[in-house]
């Protein structure tokens, strides 16, 4: 039996915390604050899609006030990770071709694959199938390529993930448009669609600078900046790439896309691993972001990043996992 004085304190208690919807504790919560505090026995408090407090669980259950509680004693509570670079449906393509170069894998398997395969449906599974994964590993923000984006965007949206997500636009013919000026078009009825939206951050997303002519990069930057929205891009990924680039315009990559006005907006270049000093010259002064997939480079031996070069310089560098059937086999942030 409680006595009188108790009650008094729990109703004391019960007036002085704030109304929150969740709290969540664990064995550490891990802040990311300026002072990068790691709180041991610690919870945070959740109010709608904000958290609103962190700290030691006794703080937390002396200030506020749940409708809902989850306590998982042995857990690691972070902040979400963010996947900055995938290619979402291409979970169904998982495994179809291991162990070869960027250019092998592209043109002879996985290009000719997605010719036969890719639909709106396909997308949305493979979307369905790649957020459970991320979700499941920590991931709570990814940064996609891919066709029918705004199926992805569905899928993500249904899953509760973010999303900063490209649509592709390429060369040659795909699934979703038979020419390039068709897939700016399917990206600005994307972007129109997507605007201001809480979770998706629509975007566009020129394939590489190999598969897209001069006209068309100028025209997705123009498109991007119309709607404020980032490009997405590959960028330097292999050597050939550098290679044949140099043979064409006696620039590298980095550097023919600067003398378009490419950089001028926002942009994130995914793998940069074949950048020289100018390169990261140009990245840095644009206040490019890298999108850095060390297992996708490991698999089809496309080199090491400078990415310690690169941190040094102040440019902006995320982790990535690519996407499934050969650049990476699965989207776990942490392995």
Known sequence: MLRSSSLLVIFAVALTAAPCDLIVSGRYVVTMDA????????AIAINADRIVAAGTRA????????????DR????????????HTHAAMSLFRGIADDLKLQDWLNNYIFPAEAKNVTP?????????????MLLSGTTTFTDMYYYEDVVAEAA???GIRGVLGESVIKFPVADAKTPEDGLKYAEKFLVRFKGDPLIVAAVAPHAPYTNSDVTLKAARILANKYNAPILIHLSETKQENDDMQAARHMSPTEMLNSLGFFNGRTVAAHCVWLNDRDMTILKSHNVGVAHNPSSNMMLAS???????????G????????GPAGSNNDFDMME
């Open 59 to 70: 703080e937390i259950d002396r200030n506020w006030q749940p409708k809902r509680r989850i």
């Open 157 to 159: 949206k249904e899953a």
């Open 73 to 84: 004693p042995n857990a690691i509570l972070t902040p979400g990770l963010i996947n900055t």
């Open 315 to 322: 440019i902006a560098v995320g982790l990535g996992t690519d």
């Open 35 to 42: 002072q990068r505090r790691v709180i041991e026995n610690g």
């Open 303 to 313: 080199g090491a990043a400078p990415v310690v070069e690169m941190l040094k310089r």
């Open 121 to 133: 449906e396909f997308v949305r599974w493979g979307t369905r199938l790649a957020s459970l994964e």
